[in-house]
């Protein structure tokens, strides 16, 4: 009997002949694809390169200004206002370098400033208020006739027209002059607060008269309304 094509037989050590084992078996052969392997090292090479990108941009940090605190706007800017950080910014974010800050001192702000904000040359003029076009009113104010938050420069308000303590309340909409707040004095005794605004040099004659007259209130209008 021939077993050697199929299996072999096991010899015991005294030469007896034993079991049957199965014949070893040749692993399959895989077959490599070209493309899927040339795809592989394209993606492992963007890869690469994209971390290269991220690190190169991350280290890309500038000096720039930005405000040391809260400026009020219309506050004149002097060299305590300003401070310096290393930042990483877009190209399209508007920021003044670092060794452009003498050109700042003495600038106004044109809108108020929070602390640690970037600042960009739009939010900053050589001029304070008023401005071309404009006039400074002073308005005393009755605490009962301010908000309760109080006001704060750069808010856009209305000066609104009250009428007599013994009239009637208006039947249509009262006139009102718009304004924008530049300075909050502090209350008096009798809690009336005096307010600059600026308005169109057209409405400031007729808002300083009502004014005079102590029969106004403010309203506050949303901010970039």
């Known amino acids: ?115 640690g904000s970037l600042l960009s040359r739009s939010e900053v003029s050589a001029a304070g208020p008023p401005a071309a076009g404009q006039v400074l009113v002073g308005v005393a104010v009755p605490a009962a006739r301010m908000p309760a938050g109080g006001l704060t420069a750069g808010d856009r308000v209305l000066v609104v027209t009250t009428p007599a303590a013994d009239a009637d309340p208006p039947t249509g909409p009262p006139d009102s002059v718009a304004a924008t707040v530049v300075r909050v004095g502090p209350a008096d005794l009798n809690g009336v ?9 057209g409405d400031g004659p007729a808002l300083a008269a009502r004014a005079a007259t102590g029969r106004i209130a403010i309203v506050v209008e949303p901010r970039g309304g």
């Open 1 to 115: 009997m021939t077993l050697t094509d199929h299996s072999k037989l096991v010899t015991s050590a005294n030469g007896v002949p034993g079991a049957l084992t199965a014949p070893r078996l040749a692993p399959p052969r895989t077959r490599r694809r070209p493309a899927f392997v040339a795809l592989g090292i394209a993606l492992v090479a963007a890869g690469a390169l994209v971390a290269v990108w991220l690190v190169n941009t991350a280290g890309q940090r500038v000096p720039v200004l930005v405000a040391a605190r809260d400026i009020p706007f219309g506050t004149t800017l002097t060299q305590s206002d300003l401070a310096t950080v290393d930042v990483s910014v877009d190209p399209s974010v508007a920021v003044i370098p670092a060794g452009e800050v003498d050109s700042l001192v003495g600038m106004t702000a044109s809108t108020t400033l929070m602390q």
């Open 193 to 201: 607060t005096v307010v600059d605004v600026t308005t169109s040099a």
